[in-house]
C-alpha cells in the first residue's frame, strides 16, 4: 500500500507562485510513476503534471506546459509540483496520485490518491 500526503496549497494572487508536495509511504514508491491532477469546481478532474519512476521523463498539460514543473526525491518519497505565473483558471483541489507502475495520463490507472489540497488563484 502506497498513502500519498498532499500539502502546500493556499491563496495567492495571479501571478504568484505555489510549491505543492506529495509526500507517501510505502516501499514501491521509487518504482511508481505519480501524477498531479486538478479538479475544479463543477468540472471533471484533469490532468496536470506526471513524472516517471526515475525522474527522468516529465509530463505536462498543454495548459500549465511552461508555467508548473514536475519534480521528485525518491530519497524523501516526495513528489514536487512547482507552480508559477498562477492564474485565476489554476483554482482548484490539486489531487497526487501514485501508479505502481510506468506513466499514464489516465486518472483511472493510478491505485491511490491523496485527499487533495485547495489552490485559490484571486485577481
Known amino acids: 500500500q502506497v498513502h500519498p500526503v498532499e500539502s502546500g496549497g493556499g491563496v495567492v494572487q495571479a501571478g504568484g507562485s505555489l510549491r505543492l508536495s506529495c509526500t507517501a509511504s510505502g516501499r514501491t514508491f521509487g518504482n511508481s510513476a505519480v501524477g498531479w491532477f486538478r479538479q475544479a469546481q463543477e468540472k471533471e478532474r484533469e490532468f496536470v503534471a506526471g513524472i516517471g519512476a526515475s525522474g527522468g521523463d516529465t509530463h505536462y498539460a498543454d495548459t500549465v506546459k511552461g508555467r508548473f514543473t514536475i519534480s521528485r526525491d525518491n530519497a524523501q518519497n516526495t513528489v514536487y509540483l512547482q507552480m508559477t505565473n498562477l492564474k485565476p483558471d489554476d483554482t482548484a483541489v490539486y489531487y497526487c496520485?501514485?501508479?505502481?507502475?510506468?506513466?499514464?495520463?489516465?486518472?483511472?490507472?493510478?491505485?491511490?490518491w491523496g485527499q487533495g489540497t485547495q489552490v485559490i488563484v484571486s485577481i
Open positions: 496520485a501514485i501508479n505502481p507502475s510506468n506513466f499514464a495520463w489516465r486518472p483511472e490507472l493510478y491505485a491511490y
